[in-house]
């Protein structure tokens, strides 16, 4: 008995699961319509691939002949058939309760999520995940690192251009490497790690097999759940020592119609952060805090729901009818709330590892003397000159008006 009610769910899970790959991924429950009698033959009378999708649509389906099929009567299909009930034991009206959500159950487990047995929303989201979100954030990265390469081959690095002088600036303090480091160590080994969750089984197991790739997963998942941490620690390190050097003022915008001087010679004037720079601390604080805020909704899973009331927010905003989008659903299962959780998390670090690639790219191998100021914390005075003249003169007056002090990395 008990093995056979396993099976049973088992069955009707991976039927919900199977078919409801088919429903549109945010489609709102549409108005009932009449019932359509289905042929059912093909499954011993028993529901029909046709039946699920109108019921995923929302339509009505008329589930009385599943009352016909308790196993009373000589229309039962024969225990040895593959849709085979074990007569009038196999409790339809329980399954069909815990299906549709409305039987008496109680669960040892609790928490919103016990409530949901049977969620038959999940299937879109294992295909979004399994297919474009791996398929073009994959490319995404791909495309990323050749433009970079095809960028470099035809640019070149970009060289300090005048006579070096010999001389060091401090540039960045122990602290501010430190929490740079954090963030970008903790960074790189969750983007890493994050990649294996998603396409490991796809590219992993295929190379190593299944045994070996199980303890590359757990162990990725590890790191993941724990280094998470320090990622939110450095975040909040560099955004409260960098903010101030950050707010966009007027010499972001000459810097931005030269494009930093990146393709002619000349190089426009900067503070301590020029607009290029500024565009990737604030990708990395809005892209990573987001990151970090759907990263612990996931942590602890169903205790943070965020997207219902987002969407509620959208809605009312009325920005998704205008981008085609429809009504966003406001009601969402706490599995639901996870899938989006999830989606969010995994589409906003794609976007994050792009512009990441190419801030990497220009601190090491991309220009002469850069890596230095997160290095040693010392830069090539000529290199601070060419890159950040407005600094250099605010350090240089500084130092003037109180000789003797070592200079302060401002
Ligand atoms: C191997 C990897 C990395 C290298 C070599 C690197 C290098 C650098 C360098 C040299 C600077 C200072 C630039 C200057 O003096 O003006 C810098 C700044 C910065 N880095 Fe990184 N970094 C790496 C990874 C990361 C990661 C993963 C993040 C974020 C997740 C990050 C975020 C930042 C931010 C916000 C700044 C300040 C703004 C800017 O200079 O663009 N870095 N990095």
Do not use: C
């Not at 042929?39 to 389906?61: C, F, H, M, N």
């Not at 720079?277 to 996931?298: E, H, M, P, R």
């Not at 809605?315 to 959780?341: D, H, I, R, V």
């Amino acid at each position: 008995m008990p093995a056979f009610r396993s099976s049973m769910t088992v069955l009707l899970l991976s039927f919900a699961m199977l078919f409801s790959a088919l429903a549109p991924a945010l489609a709102q429950d549409g108005p009932p319509s009449a019932t359509v009698e289905s042929d059912r033959s093909a499954t011993g009378g028993a529901t029909t691939l046709e039946d699920i999708l109108r019921r995923q649509e929302g339509l009505k389906v008329d589930n009385a002949f599943r009352r016909q099929n308790t196993g009373a009567g000589d229309d039962a299909p024969p225990v040895s058939d593959q849709l085979g009930t074990l007569g009038g034991a196999s409790d339809p009206d329980l399954w069909r309760g815990v299906r549709f959500n409305d039987a008496d159950i109680s669960t040892q487990i609790r928490g919103p999520a016990a409530e949901v047995l049977i969620q038959d929303r999940g299937m879109w989201w294992l295909q979004f995940r399994e297919g474009p979100l791996l398929t073009y954030g994959g490319w995404l990265l791909v495309g990323t690192i050749v433009l970079l390469a095809l960028f470099y081959l035809l640019r070149g690095r970009i060289r300090i251009d005048g006579e070096k002088t010999g001389r060091t600036i401090e540039r960045f303090k122990t602290v501010e490497r430190f929490g740079h480091w954090l963030l970008a160590g903790s960074f790189i080994l969750l983007g890493l790690t994050g990649l294996v969750s998603l396409m490991g089984r796809k590219f992993l197991i295929p190379a190593f097999g299944h045994e070996p790739y199980s303890a590359i997963a757990t162990w990725s998942k590890w790191i993941h759940n724990n280094v998470a941490w320090a990622f939110i620690i450095g975040l909040v390190m560099v955004f409260v020592m960098w903010v101030v050097h950050n707010l966009p003022d007027r010499t972001d915008v000459k810097w931005l119609a030269q494009a930093g001087g990146l393709f002619g010679n000349g190089h426009p004037p900067a503070k301590k952060f020029n607009a290029g720079q500024k565009l990737i601390f604030w990708s990395t604080i809005v892209l990573g805090g987001s990151i970090a805020v759907s990263g612990v909704s996931l942590l602890f899973p169903f205790e943070f729901p965020l997207f219902a009331k987002t969407f509620g927010w959208l809605n009312a905003s009325g920005l998704p009818e205008l981008a085609g989008l429809g009504t966003l659903p406001e009601t969402l299962s706490p599995q639901e709330e996870m899938q989006f959780a999830q989606l969010w998390h995994a589409i906003v670090s794609f976007v994050l590892m792009a512009i990441i690639l190419a801030h990497i790219y220009i601190g090491s191998i991309g220009m002469e003397g850069a890596f230095d100021a997160m290095g040693s914390g010392d830069v090539e005075e000529q290199w601070a000159r060419e890159h950040h003249s407005l600094w250099v003169d605010e350090v240089k007056s500084r130092e003037a008006a109180a000789p003797g002090r070592t200079t302060p990395a401002e």
